[in-house]
């Protein structure tokens, strides 16, 4: 089984940056690249969102409101997903997943089935 482990999340002002990693076990050498991987994340009272996806082939797909100010990437090696956040905003605060599913990789929460525990991503004004 695939298991996830976020790191990377903390408090920041607005304007500041972060670095969000996720590492992956479990993977089998053969499944590795099929997997999609990506961010969602879920503010008080809110829905979880899609943030960004990856998938195996690299292709990527952002949520607006974080175009051009997130970039999300994955190191193959090391089985370590990434999302790099630069001019974070307060509406930006929020608990950030890891997910990832074996196939195709939309943005949808529904589709995906495996998750890490979240990491708090708070920013202030």
């Known amino acids: 089984q695939v298991q996830l482990v976020e790191s990377g999340g903390g408090s920041v002002q607005a304007g500041g940056s972060l670095r969000l990693s996720c590492a992956a076990s479990?993977?089998?050498?053969?499944?590795?690249?099929?997997?999609?991987m990506g961010w969602f994340r879920q503010a008080p009272g809110k829905e979880r969102e899609g943030v960004a996806v990856i998938g195996g082939d690299g292709s990527t797909i952002y949520t607006d409101s974080v175009k051009d100010r997130f970039t999300i990437a994955r190191d193959s090696a090391k089985n370590t997903l990434y999302l790099q956040m630069n001019s974070l905003k307060p509406e930006d605060t929020a608990v950030y997943y890891c997910?990832?599913?074996?196939?195709?990789?939309?943005?949808?929460?529904?589709?995906?089935?495996?998750w890490g525990q979240g990491t708090q991503v708070t920013v202030s004004s």
């Open positions: 479990g993977y089998t050498g053969v499944t590795v690249s099929a997997y999609c």
């Open positions: 997910a990832a599913r074996f196939g195709g990789c939309p943005l949808l929460r529904s589709f995906y089935n495996i």
